[in-house]
């Protein structure tokens, strides 16, 4: 299932023009103090001594078809709808049921989605930080594949290792590659598939956690707002707490580690709650105040979707926000990690919920142990456009030349690899064929 928001104008704002159909041009919203962003096709070069703001400037999510419901699980495990309800608020789940969805494909669909809110080639990204808990590998890095899927050609990849904190981690290295003036645009993603690691005879863990990706592009602009503080936070001595203990260099994989599970996702959920209840409060205050904002100018907060009590007890609770003024659709979907609040935040401007102007909090926290907020002053418009035929076949064939250019490299390399001599490990000869 794929969901898509799109978005009538244009928001790139250092003066180039993108690739990804007609745009008039010009950005129809405001930020709530009657500024415009600025056009990209009529506008000249951003003044490379003004101000430099990261607004996020595109969004999208993916998740999975498969749907398990806490029903399904009372079949496989020791459980009960009524538990998990109670003790999680979670209903359902969506499962990566087929084994060609992965994590960059799950994050493929949701960047795709997220380059068509914004209207911007996949040319054009400066940098893809892929959070993810679940990576397809140790290594090649899931952004690196993601960026391959794209066609990005001219977006360094990284995978940023954060656990549940890492969108809001890579938000904030996103923000600083923009405000450093080292990129225009950073496609951040959080993408999971957790059920691959989760292991389904233990009932302590295999009820909380949903696969699915979500991604949003920032931009470079000169409008005042965006990303405008962040906190982020470690106490590696809770390291053990949730952990996939088998695997990485310290337990590397054996016969033994694979028949003792320790390939699973391991976790102490009573003071994983704990931590995450004092440190979700803990981190919005913090973030706020290096914000220079109240809890009264808050107007949504996006907080990690692992547990309705963790939120109740921190968000509500502690700092008094109101339910309205809370996202929350953990029901959906469990705990996807990464991809929560990216999701989530999909999922609130459909609902309505996020006008330019608005303050909103996106505060997570998970292994490591770790945690991370940033504020946002939200810049842009949500309003859907029309979609036109043409736009929609030019962004097609985009990724369509994007696959058979990446089809053709790989089968350059497997002729080349037919021969002796430098060229066959990726010397001149080969790099020069390749473009
Ligand atoms: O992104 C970060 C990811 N991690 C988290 O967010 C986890 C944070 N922790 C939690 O969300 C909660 O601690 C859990 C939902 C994991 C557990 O809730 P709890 O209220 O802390 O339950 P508990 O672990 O104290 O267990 C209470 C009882 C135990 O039985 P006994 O010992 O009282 O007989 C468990 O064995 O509930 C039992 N139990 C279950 N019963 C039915 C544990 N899991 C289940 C289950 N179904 N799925």
């Known amino acids: 299932m794929s969901e898509q928001q799109s978005q009538p104008s244009e928001r790139n704002t250092n003066g180039t023009s993108s690739n990804g159909g007609s745009n008039n041009g010009h950005h129809n919203g405001s930020n709530g103090k009657g500024e415009q962003p600025s056009s990209q096709a009529s506008s000249p070069p951003i003044n490379p001594f003004a101000p430099r703001y990261a607004q996020i400037v595109g969004w ?3 998740v999975p078809e498969k749907v398990i419901t806490n029903f399904d699980l009372e079949k496989i495990v020791d459980t009960q709808d009524e538990w998990i309800r109670s003790r999680t608020g979670i209903e359902q789940r969506h499962v990566a049921a087929s084994p060609s969805e992965t994590s960059a494909t799950l994050g493929i669909q949701a960047a795709k989605a997220a380059l068509e809110v914004a209207d911007i080639h996949p040319s054009k990204v400066d940098l893809i930080i892929c959070a993810t808990s679940s990576p397809e590998h140790i290594f090649p890095s899931t952004a690196s594949i993601i960026q391959d899927g794209l ?8 995978d940023l290792s954060a656990a549940c904190s890492g969108f809001v981690y890579a938000l904030s ?3 600083g590659h923009i405000l450093a003036g080292d990129a225009e645009y950073v ?30 592009l920032v931009a470079a602009s000169d409008v005042p707002g965006g ?7 470690s106490d590696g001595s809770g ?79 502690q700092l008094k926000i109101p339910e309205e003024k809370v996202f929350v659709n ?9 991809a929560s609040i990216p999701i989530a935040l999909c999922e609130a401007i459909e609902a309505g919920k996020i006008h330019p102007g608005n303050n909103l909090v996106f505060v997570g926290f ?32 985009t990724y369509q030349a994007a696959a058979a250019r990446s089809m053709w490299k790989r089968a350059i390399r497997r002729v080349y690899s037919q021969f002796p001599g430098e060229s066959r490990w990726g010397g001149r000869k080969e790099e020069n064929e390749l473009g």
């Open 60 to 62: 999208g999510y993916h």
């Open 151 to 158: 066609g990005a050609n001219n977006a360094g990849a990284f």
């Open 173 to 175: 290295m996103a923000r």
């Open 187 to 216: 496609l951040v993603i959080g993408a999971e598939t957790l059920s691959r690691i989760v292991d389904w005879t233990d009932r302590a863990t295999c009820v909380l956690f949903g696969d699915g990706a979500g991604a949003v």
């Open 227 to 233: 990303i405008t503080a962040s906190v982020l936070g």
């Open 239 to 317: 390291a053990d707490l949730l952990t996939v203990p088998a695997g990485g260099s310290a337990m590397p994989s054996s016969l033994e580690t694979v028949s003792s599970g320790g390939h699973y996702i391991k976790m102490d959920g009573t003071a994983v709650f704990r931590f995450a209840t004092r440190v979700m409060a803990d981190a919005t205050r913090q973030v706020l105040g290096k914000a220079g904002l109240g809890i009264e100018d808050v107007d949504l907060v996006i907080p990690h979707q692992a547990n309705i009590r963790i939120i109740q007890n921190s968000v509500l609770k």
């Open 330 to 338: 953990l029901q959906k979907y469990g705990n996807t990690s990464t």
């Open 366 to 397: 998970g292994a490591g142990l770790t945690w991370a907020a940033c504020t946002i002053k939200w810049s842009v418009p949500v309003a859907k456009p029309d979609e036109t035929w043409w736009r929609n076949t030019a962004r097609q064939a």
